[in-house]
């Protein structure tokens, strides 16, 4: 495999570890910059529109034939009020992992899957403090679904490290 420049760090990284990643919430990206400083409040983790909306960042990850961990799409889910508060809580708790799934809706397009993927029902479940939630994609009729639950060829996951590089799927 062949050594690419990460888009986001500029250090050099062989092309199998790419993967991608989404700085903010799409609402949020198409916001101007200078009324995101007045309206967003983004810690990396959590973040907050107008007061209203919340939103928490994860990954979409789908297991890869041939290799020992998967590929994961970092991407933010909307979520409501209470389920911000309650995962907020949870942050820094040891065994949070251990805490029911949350409901969220992806808040992110991804444009590898045939159909959208913004606006997508997920299952939200935390991981071991220090690591990101997972989301799940509850639509069954949707790729997503099927390579979350099946798994990705290497090819595939070349597909998406070209996107994610800018050279198209």
Known sequence: MSDVRCPSCGEMHPIDEIEGSHERPDVVH?????????????????????RKRYFVRGLLCFPVAGRSGPYCWG?????????????DRLWDEEGRESASTFP?????????FGRPLLGLKVAISMQPVGLKPHFRVL???????????????????????????????
């Open 104 to 112: 969220g809706v992806i808040a992110n397009e991804v444009p590898l």
């Open 75 to 87: 991407v933010w889910a909307e979520i409501d009020r209470s389920t911000y508060t309650e995962m």
């Open 30 to 50: 198409s916001i101007g910059i200078f009324s995101r400083v007045f309206r967003v409040r983004n810690d990396g983790c959590f973040c907050m529109l107008d």
């Open 139 to 169: 639509d069954e009729g949707h790729a997503a679904y099927g390579e979350q639950s099946l798994g990705i060829t290497e090819a595939r996951a070349m597909e998406f490290n070209h996107y994610v590089l800018g050279r198209g799927a």
